[in-house]
């Protein structure tokens, strides 16, 4: 096991290495923490894949909404898999030693995969705004092409920015300590090691997370805005119920997801604290993406019908 620590006085050059600290304040419950993530990586791997495969086998799922919600939780698999596999084996092993490239790769993996899912978020409620607010060419206008476009622009859009913003951290010198109190390679605990006046690279995390947070976010409300006004012009209750029941299911994700990412990213640096940001990571990168299966299958019924239907046939 590697814990060499880097003192402050220490040449900042020879930082090759960061120590991941993770849960190591809590020894006595390591393999309670080991199975607990264990049996929710495996419940998010399950519960996602379930979704995929059933959005695919089955016809009456072949519109767009569950295109988007495929590829949804296509990012769910990889967005978990870039932290959790990483703190298993942390616990495991109980060697926290973690590279420089390997610290910035998943670093850079995770903030790509966090854009991609505010873009996701932000096509899925564009998508809801057509059905509820112009059914009459929902399919003319959210036709294969452009939902491929859409989904692909999501996934692509930013890597770009992202990539630069990684070697734009990496590329300070870090001489406060080696030891990242996180569970993964994030950017306010790496810039808290980082040397000197972090301000300009400060207000870059806050201009990025902007972009690709606060705008979708935004672009997400304006389309809720404007659902929520025409399902209330609906002239049933029964019309009114089954259009707010095909957004509650994304509204509620959207909120989970946003909400805790908003409050990591867009704090100033002084009001962060190790304890809140792990527990707020812990919260959009594990807890909700175990949960989104659910919410989207049991308040769902088309794939609850679905389901059943599979059920049946077995």
Known sequence: MQHTEVR??????????????GFSDLPNIQGFLFGMFSIMYLMILIGNSFIIVIT?????????????????????????SVTLPRILFNISTQDRSISMLSCATQMCFFLMLGATECFLLAVMSYDRYVAICNPLNYHLVMNPTKCTQLAAGSWLGGIPVQIGQTCQIFSLHFCNSNKINH???????????????????ELSVYLVASLFVA??????????????????????????????????SHLLVVFLFFGSATITYLRPKSTHSPGTDKLLSLFYTIVTPMFNPLIYSLRNKDVIAALRKLLLRK
């Open 8 to 21: 402050a006085e220490d040449n900042a050059s020879t930082v090759t290495h960061f120590l991941l600290l």
């Open 56 to 80: 695919r086998i089955d016809p009456a799922l072949q519109k767009p909404m569950y295109f988007f919600l495929a590829n949804f939780s296509s990012l769910e698999i990889c967005y978990v």
């Open 183 to 201: 569970f993964f390679c994030d950017l306010p605990p790496i810039l808290k090691l980082a040397c000197g006046d972090t301000s300009v690279h």
């Open 215 to 248: 705008f979708p976010f935004m672009l997400i409300l304006a389309s809720y805005a404007k659902i929520i006004t025409t399902i209330l012009k609906l002239p049933t209750a029964t019309g009114r119920a089954k259009a707010f029941s095909t957004c509650s």
